[in-house]
Antibody, heavy 122, light 109 residues
Framework: QVQLVQSGSELKKPGASVKVSCKASGYTFTSYAMNWVRQAPGQGLEWMGWINTNSGNPTYAQGFTGRFVFSLDTSVSTAYLQISSLKAEDTAVYYC???????????????WGQGTLVTVSS | SYVLTQPPSVSVAPGKTARITCGGNNIGSKSVHWYQQKPGQAPVLVVYDDSDRPSGIPERFSGSNSGNTATLTISRVEAGDEADYYCQVWDSSSDLLYVFGTGTKVTVL
């Protein structure tokens, strides 16, 4: 069965960096794009961008350029999200989500990781 | 950027029908997807492409989309349906390619 398993919660100080992992299993990793979604405490879902798991080419949503980096290690079917120069407002749960292409669209997130809470506090 | 508007909350008695709307400019021309998120859990896809259900999702969950409003309908509501629900579309003209709605909290009375 398809599974996306993310790394555990992180507590970081402002200015530090964090790297969140998302390990996929149960399907061919390079056949589906991987997306990242942020959810701040008590807030809704916010799409951060996606990475082409074939080419490794990332696309970042507005507001997630500069400090945010998506990467892959296809040998272990894992996607990564790295955030540098952390700020208090980066405190959120970060989800990876597989993008599924149906007959009508290529825009569905059919499987999600369990989420990784990143807390930024001094 | 493209905006999807949902009511903040919907309350429904067990066994009744809950309808959650998602408003957007000419949303009827887009494919709409719906996610259920229970507290402390990741979102789960419940309806995709306006009205299709992933395997394992009960038939009680259905969707429709026309004009400027998409609707997720939950029939014969159960206590376990209490959750936040988000609509989502893809919009090529938006800087946010994948847009989520504001979310609706469904409370089962």
């Amino acid at each position: 069965q398809v599974q996306l398993v993310q790394s555990g919660s992180e507590l970081k100080k402002p200015g530090a960096s964090v790297k969140v992992s998302c390990k996929a299993s149960g399907y061919t990793f390079t056949s589906y794009a991987m997306n990242w979604v942020r959810q701040a405490p008590g807030q809704g879902l916010e799409w951060m961008g996606w990475i082409n798991t074939n080419s490794g080419n990332p696309t970042y949503a507005q507001g997630f350029t500069g400090r945010f980096v998506f990467s892959l290690d296809t040998s272990v079917s894992t996607a990564y999200l790295q955030i540098s120069s952390l700020k208090a407002e980066d405190t959120a749960v970060y989800y990876c989500a597989r993008r599924y292409c149906s007959s009508a669209s290529c825009a569905v997130f059919d499987y999600w990781g369990q989420g990784t809470l990143v807390t930024v506090s001094s | 950027s493209y905006v999807l508007t949902q009511p903040p909350s919907v309350s429904v008695a067990p066994g009744k029908t809950a309808r959650i709307t998602c408003g957007g400019n000419n949303i009827g021309s887009k494919s709409v997807h719906w996610y259920q998120q229970k507290p402390g859990q990741a979102p789960v896809l419940v309806v995709y492409d306006d009205s299709d259900r992933p395997s394992g999702i009960p038939e009680r969950f259905s969707g429709s989309n026309s004009g400027n409003t998409a609707t997720l309908t939950i029939s014969r509501v159960e206590a376990g349906d209490e959750a936040d629900y988000y609509c989502q579309v893809w919009d090529s003209s938006s800087d946010l390619l994948y847009v989520f709605g504001t979310g609706t909290k469904v409370t089962v009375l």
